[in-house]
């Protein structure tokens, strides 16, 4: 019996004899695992250990959607849970019982067998099954002799039968023939006896940045036979992998992101990738399940059919990232565990050599200059790519988080005495991936350690660019093109926040799915892709600060409302301070007679297009009146909940109105380098604040103004400033309200027009001062103070301050939740942990 104690509160015991029984999700049942899942319960693991249910019940790969919607939820409810003082970086703190504890050799199936502190994780029971009986794999029925012929029929995808593509894979399936990975059979043999799971799938060869060609296995590839369609593996796989080895790969890349931005600006930020080879091929299936990943040899004609039948997890199968992260996910634990013990401590790793090669790393000290300042790190991992950034004092320290990295990864993934068939990449770490350096490709975004800035991997960007640069030249795409590009440029856009605005005409294309886009016919589509290419170019040129990508409590809240006669709204200090400024703006009468309303339905501007272009001048305002916006935070709210959507996915479905406002509001961000904005909804009969300006053109007789002395009289009567401050009125300037109008009616402009405003002129009435925490006093004129009678004015003021504080109080829980929301996920340790 194998007990370590690596892990503090963890014990875990693995006994030498083999499992004699099944759990009811799948899984094998070890001697005495009832007894570890109850202290598994008891440290808050046992959860995340199991399969995914649906209502008590096992999924199905084509249940995906509904199991990504309900994990989704899942995640916002551990984000609102999440405290709003989450670091993601972690800080070196010396552990003197952590000591590297070394592999003990034992059988096991595949290359993949847990050791050291791996025995002790709450996942190795799972590990060890694997290791010992390979993972298992449900795929539904078995097929029949006549669906798997016409399975055999249909073939390999049509990239497999490229020549250059189909001799590759054949050396790729010879090579797995002599490592034991691999075994063809000729089908005229297999058909006399069936293996019971035997099913066929399409391999594809797609092509590859680090070779011509890498073999996917097509597993959700449905086959059309003559009694019907026979349902690919992927849709009739019972997932049994553990929910909780995937739910942190949505959050990887934005944790890193928020590590850069949160880092101390003068402090340059280390950064190495390790790359796992050979990645799912490294764990088996179990006995016999190997059939459900059969596929066609590519040949030339007339040569007889040879069923290739790999014995490891194939990608293309729902389930292989699943169960790969699992020893994935304990190796970057392990990892981190090994970061706590003295550095200088751990031995070093064969590989350490190749992280010490970049100049950057030669020219810190040998030994921390101030011993008292602490190590900085962050540990992740993708799938397999594990990803180490550190805020380093020395070499010493870099030395110590790459050898706790590499002996993490060989304590699930043993290392291999020829080093070219190590699972650690000698062939990436050749090309200086594992290298420390200040600018290192992260799951293919370019980070910058000094600059912390973050941009498209330049070999996906001229990929983009080209195929847009074609889109402008050409007369028309396939759809299925198209849509594959669409997807990249969504990619793109996490760095380039600007380019999300433009993706209004993109959307209606994509719900209509055309057999053919015609981008040279559709003009406003054409002008999209014309600006997506400008904005990838100039993200290029200028790369995205990580800073402009976060969000945090606003600097300053902007309140707005728009009607039929008019907009208008506040622009107040938060976090910063800025004057106290009130604005509105009478809609001319060009577009007053547009508005959809019940006597004239024929319109072409609806209430939420006004609303949009309200939300528009707002922010238009607090670029005049708030003094600096670099990588400030900005709250807008709005009682309109399209048009808070819209600026919350900055597009709209089917408004190009719409569309062109949201261009403008997103290029103005990007030329002040802004953070994204916190968009959030007001009810209507709160937002008084922002009803009285939008209403003062004659809207309500009671709040009519001919001029703006009378608006500020009556504005500062209902919304008393403290101190007996004064609101300040600002005159919007007509270069700018003519500029929303167009777009309104739709005579627009293009980007340049929205690069530059107008230089400020005196359009300022009134006597405030710039003041900050004025947030909390809006939310008092939520709730309109009642007309009571007399004899019971002292009951109806007590029931309106109790409104009034729900009211506020609600408000301020809505604006803590959407922050909550916006930030990622810290990681678990260890990631079973519930």
């Keep these: 019996m194998s007990i370590h104690r690596a892990w503090p509160g963890v014990r875990v015991e693995w006994p030498l004899a083999p499992p004699t029984e099944r759990n009811p999700w799948g899984h094998l049942v070890p001697n005495g695992e009832r007894q570890q899942a109850k202290g598994a319960r008891a440290t808050g693991t046992a959860e995340l250990l199991k399969p995914p249910t649906l209502q008590g019940s096992p999924i199905l790969g ?198 850069y931005a949160t880092a101390d600006e003068d402090k340059p930020i280390f950064a190495a990738k390790e790359d796992i080879k050979d990645g799912f091929w490294r764990l088996v299936a179990e006995e016999g399940a190997e059939w459900n990943f059969a596929y066609v040899l590519p040949q030339e004609d007339g040569k007889p059919t040879k069923i290739v039948v790999p014995t490891s997890l194939q990608m293309g199968w729902i389930e292989s990232p699943g169960f790969f992260n699992v020893p994935s996910e304990t190796g970057r634990d392990v990892a981190e565990h090994y970061a706590a013990a003295p550095i200088g401590s751990l031995p070093d790793h064969k590989f350490l050599s190749h992280t010490k090669m970049m100049p950057e790393y030669q020219a810190l000290p040998d030994e921390p200059v101030d011993p008292n300042h602490p190590l900085m790190f962050m540990m992740e991992v993708y799938v397999d790519d594990y990803i180490s950034l550190a805020v380093a004092r020395c070499k010493a320290d870099l030395d110590h988080l790459a050898n706790a990295t590499m002996h993490g990864i060989h304590s699930v993934f043993p290392e291999d005495a020829k080093d070219e068939d190590d699972p650690i990449s000698l062939k990436k770490l050749k090309k200086l991936e594992g ?62 926040p600007a380019a999300r605005a433009l993706f209004t005409e993109v959307n209606k294309v994509l719900r209509v799915e055309p057999r053919q886009v015609f981008i040279q016919r559709n003009k406003p589509l054409l002008e999209a892709v014309r600006n997506f290419r400008t904005l990838l170019q100039e993200a290029h040129k200028t790369p995205t600060k990580c800073r402009q990508l976060i969000v945090g409590h606003p600097d300053y809240v902007g309140i707005m409302d728009a009607a039929k006669e008019g907009t208008g709204g506040v622009v107040i200090g938060e976090g910063s301070a800025c004057v106290p400024t009130v604005f509105r703006l009478e809609w001319p009468p060009e577009v007053q007679q547009q508005v959809v309303t019940e006597d004239n339905p024929d319109g072409s501007i609806t209430n939420s297009d006004l609303e949009m272009a309200g939300l528009l001048l707002c922010w238009l305002v607090l670029e005049y009146v708030a003094p600096n916006l670099y990588h400030r935070h900005i709250a807008l709210f709005c009682d309109n909940s399209p048009t808070v959507a819209w600026v919350l996915r900055m597009a709209t479905r089917s408004s190009r109105v719409a569309g062109q406002l949201l261009m403008a509001l997103a290029l103005r961000m990007k030329v002040r380098e802004t953070s994204p904005l916190t968009t959030l909804h007001i009810a209507g009969e709160q937002n008084s604040i922002a009803d009285i300006p939008s209403r003062s ?16 009289k009556l504005f500062n009567s209902h919304f008393p400033l403290p101190n007996q401050q004064s609101w300040t009125v600002f005159q919007i300037p007509s270069e700018i309200s003519m500029r929303v109008i167009s777009l309104l009616l739709m005579k627009g402009s293009g980007m340049a027009e929205w690069r530059r405003l107008p230089k400020p002129k005196q359009n300022m009435q009134g006597s405030g001062s710039p003041t900050a925490n004025l947030w909390e006093s809006t939310l008092t004129w939520r709730k309109k103070q009642p007309h009571s009678k007399p004899g019971h004015e002292s009951s109806l003021d007590l029931q309106h301050e109790q409104e009034a504080e729900d009211l506020a109080e609600a408000a301020r829980s809505q604006l803590a939740q959407s922050l909550q929301q916006s930030r990622p996920l810290a990681r678990r340790f260890p990631w079973t942990r519930e």
């Design 435 to 496: 290298a420390w350096a200040i600018r290192k490709d992260l799951l293919g975004w370019m980070f910058d350690g000094i600059a912390k800035t973050i941009e498209l991997d330049e070999a996906k960007l001229t990929d983009i660019l080209a195929t847009l640069k074609s889109w402008c030249r050409g007369t028309t795409v396939p759809f299925d093109d198209f849509r594959k590009t669409v997807y990249k440029i969504r990619n793109a856009t996490i760095g380039v």
């Design 62 to 259: 084509r249940d995906k959607g509904q199991l990504k919607r309900v994990n989704k939820r899942r995640r916002i409810e551990r984000q609102l849970e999440q405290p709003d003082t989450v670091d993601y970086w972690s800080t070196h703190k010396e552990n003197p019982e952590v000591t590297y504890i070394p592999r003990v050799p034992r059988k096991h199936r595949g290359q993949m067998d847990p050791a050291g502190p791996a025995l002790d994780h709450p996942a190795a029971h799972l590990l060890n099954e694997y290791a010992t009986f390979g993972c298992p794999a449900n795929t539904g029925n078995d097929w029949t002799i006549d669906e798997l012929q016409a399975a055999i029929d249909v073939g390999p995808h049509v990239s497999a039968m490229v020549p250059e593509a189909m001799q590759q894979l054949q050396e790729e399936v010879a090579m797995k023939i002599s490592n034991g990975q691999v075994k063809v059979h000729l089908w005229d043999d297999l058909k006399k006896n069936l293996p019971p799971k035997l099913k066929i799938s399409r391999i594809a060869m797609i092509p590859h940045k680090s070779k011509p060609y890498r073999a996917i296995l097509d597993l959700s590839f449905p086959i059309q036979f003559r009694d019907g369609t026979i349902a690919p593996v992927n849709e009739t796989t019972t997932k049994t992998a553990p929910k909780g080895s995937m739910d942190q790969m949505g959050q990887a890349l934005q944790r890193l992101i928020y590590a």
């Design 697 to 712: 053109f004659g809207g309500k007789p009671e709040w009519h103004c001919k001029t703006d002395e009378e608006f500020l």
